[in-house]
């Protein structure tokens, strides 16, 4: 919901997301009812059904994401899980047909979170790529939205994180960072990671006073 940068933000994900503990995935899978959770093996379900390979996908050409997918066909390896790396060219076009079963791809944040949240997580969003349904956090992205209060619409969003975290309905990896060079002559300039870029408050740039 929110950048390390931006207030309110709270670090919401759950200890065990992201850890690379494998034993762990393991016992979470066993207790679960899975079997052949071991590496050489294929993971099979409670009813008996071999799990099939899936198939995560990243943009063709983005040597970030082709090593973060690469790196997690071998993370989950260990658990009898297969992954197919299936790179696309057409991004806007496999993430709005659902033409994946996991994907790596970066959001660019709104400088207003809250609007930018209804459009990323709310069930009527066509932004919502993976169809996620929670009327919980609806409401809660609905009424942050429209709230007057601003620390309680911060907190709204964060109730919304923490359902979505324990959800486990996607895995922030990182933030990526920008770069802006600019002469030393001109004042003012700031970077901005939103969408709104380096030239949100260019009507405060000006010429330093030389000498």
């Known amino acids: 919901m929110f950048m390390q940068q931006n207030e309110g933000y709270q670090d919401n994900i759950p200890a ?8 762990q995935a393991r016992q979470i899978l066993e207790q679960a009812g899975y079997t052949n959770v071991a590496e050489g093996q ?13 198939r995560i996908r990243y943009t063709v050409g983005n040597a970030i994401r082709q090593s973060t997918v690469e790196l997690l066909a071998s993370y989950v390896r260990p658990l009898g899980i297969t992954l197919d790396v ?25 400088p207003a979170p809250f609007s930018n949240a209804q ?5 009527t969003s066509e932004s919502n790529y993976g169809h996620y349904n929670n009327p919980q956090v609806d409401q809660l992205l609905n009424e942050a939205a429209t709230s007057t209060d601003l620390a309680g619409a911060r907190d709204m969003l964060n109730q ?3 359902i979505l975290s324990e959800d486990a309905y996607v895995l922030p990896l990182y933030q ?3 770069f802006i060079a600019v ?6 300039v700031r970077n ?20």
Not at 16 to 23: A, I, K, L, Y
Not at 43 to 48: D, H, I, Q
């Open 16 to 23: 065990e997301q992201g850890s690379g503990n494998v034993d």
């Open 42 to 54: 294929q993971l099979t379900t409670p009813s008996g059904q071999a799990v099939a390979p899936l």
């Open 86 to 110: 299936v790179p696309t060219d057409d991004l806007g076009g496999t993430l709005t047909s659902g033409d994946y079963d996991l994907i790596v791809f970066a959001w660019v944040q709104s």
């Open 119 to 123: 459009q990323t997580w709310l069930s």
């Open 160 to 162: 919304a994180d923490q």
């Open 176 to 178: 990526k960072p920008t």
């Open 183 to 188: 002469q030393d002559s001109v004042a003012n």
């Open 192 to 211: 901005n990671s939103s969408l709104d870029g380096p030239t949100y408050n260019i009507a405060e740039w000006g010429l330093r006073a030389s000498g």
